[in-house]
Structures are given as C-alpha cells and as structure tokens.
C-alpha cells in the first residue's frame, strides 16, 4: 500500500517541447559562425596589423629609426603596426614607378600586382646591428661566391658579375656601378627562369651610422637603375627632418 501509495503521487516530468530544436538551432548558428570566420574572418596578423594593408590617408607619421627622424606620409606605408609613430626597428613602404606616387584607391591594381612588368617598387628603412657599406658587402661577403674575378658589361651601363653555381646566389646577377653621389651601387637581381618569372632587382645602403635603407623593383625596370635611385634618395630625404627629437609625440620607451 505504501508503495502504491508513493507511486501516485510521483508526476511523470516532462521536458518543454522546444529545447532540442533550440539545441540544434545554437549548434548550427555556432557551426556557421565558425565556419564564416575561418574562411572570412580577420586573421591573428591582420587583427595585430602584421598583414599588408594600404592605406591613402595622407597624415605624417612621426617615427624614429636608428636616432633619425622623419615624418612619413601614411600612403608610403605598408603596415598598420607601422603607424603609430614613435621609436621603430623599421617602417616598410611602396609606392609606383616612375615618380613614387603613393597608394590611392584608383590605384589597388596597380599596387597588387606583381607580373614583371610591375611598377610597384618596395622600400624600407631599418636599424641594424652590422652596418655594411657597398664596397664591403663587396669584398667580404659577395666576392667569395663569384664565378669569375673580372665582370662583363651589362645592358644597364652596369658591370655584371655571375655566381658560383653551389653558393647560394646562384639564380642572381651582382650588378656594380656608381650612383649620382659617387657612392658605390650593388643590385642583386634574380635571373628570369621557369620558377621565376618575375624576377626583382635589389639595393640595399646606409642611410646612417645604424640605418640601413633597401629597396627592390622588378627587373624590367633595369634599365632605369641610375633615374629610381635618384628618385628613392630625394623622396626618402624629404621624409627626414632635422628637427630636435625631444619632443616626439608618440609610444617611446627608453
């Protein structure tokens, strides 16, 4: 009796009627929400402003590099991370041949592409820890790796020296002559082949006692070497200013 008694008054519970569909609808909204951020979604790079991203906004970035300064117009960079101003190791720019023009929207294609015949040249300004003039990255690193001591005169006006097949150059030119300023030029260009068929052209120089500035541009421009060195050196020399640094705006640590 008392069990019958304990059975009547249990009640049987029931659960509401919409939680599986509810369950199944979050399962499937998280599913997607997933899905559509891993296919369209900001990357961890991009969300730190590690990616490439152009911007034509024309605002002077105050920036110092190696205890030089200069005010870099935003359109030059490439880097959102770059932006902000203040002490950094370096800041990465581009802009288009013949004159240097800076990014703008109209421009996108343009900046994006990447055939040989590209007009996107690529430069940057860096501190660096073993700073090297042309004439000794010449002597104590590149002619080590030389296939022959005497150069052959290329197209370009420029002298042209080949590497060994087994050093690690050997797919490029070492290309040698001297700039407007009578300073030493050494362009290290990839040589056209079935893996490179955009090959690039690149110059890297001291800016100052710990900076360092390179730039890169394709090969097909070659024959323009002497007129976009001159270029790069002007418009990086209106990037600097002699200011006194004191009173920088910006996240400096000391």
Known sequence: MARGSQSDDEYVRERPAWIIP????????????AFLYYYFGPTPSEILGLD???????RKIDTIIADRRFLIPE??????????????????????????????ADLQERFIDNS??????????????????SARRLK???????????????????????????????????????????RMVLLLCDRPSRLVDSPNCARSLLWGPRLELSYRYKRSHLGDWREIDGTVMK????F????????????IFD
């Open 22 to 33: 509810a369950l199944i609808l979050i399962g499937v909204l998280t599913f997607s929400g």
């Open 52 to 58: 490439p991203r152009a911007s034509s906004a024309d």
């Open 240 to 251: 600097e200013t002699r200011e006194q640094i004191d009173g920088l705006q910006g996240p």
């Open 116 to 133: 040989a015949d590209s007009d996107v040249i690529y430069f940057t300004l860096a501190e660096t820890a073993t700073p090297l003039s």
């Open 140 to 182: 104590e690193i590149y002619s080590k790796y030389l296939a022959a001591p005497e150069p052959e005169q290329d197209r370009a006006g420029l002298q042209r020296f080949t590497f060994r097949d087994d050093s690690g150059y050997a797919n490029q030119d070492l290309l040698v002559g001297t700039d407007d300023e009578g």
């Open 235 to 238: 418009l990086v020399g209106e």
């Open 75 to 104: 359109n030059y960079t490439r880097y959102p991370s770059q932006r902000g101003g203040g002490r950094r190791t370096n800041v990465d720019m581009h802009a288009l041949l013949p004159r240097l023009t800076p990014y703008e």
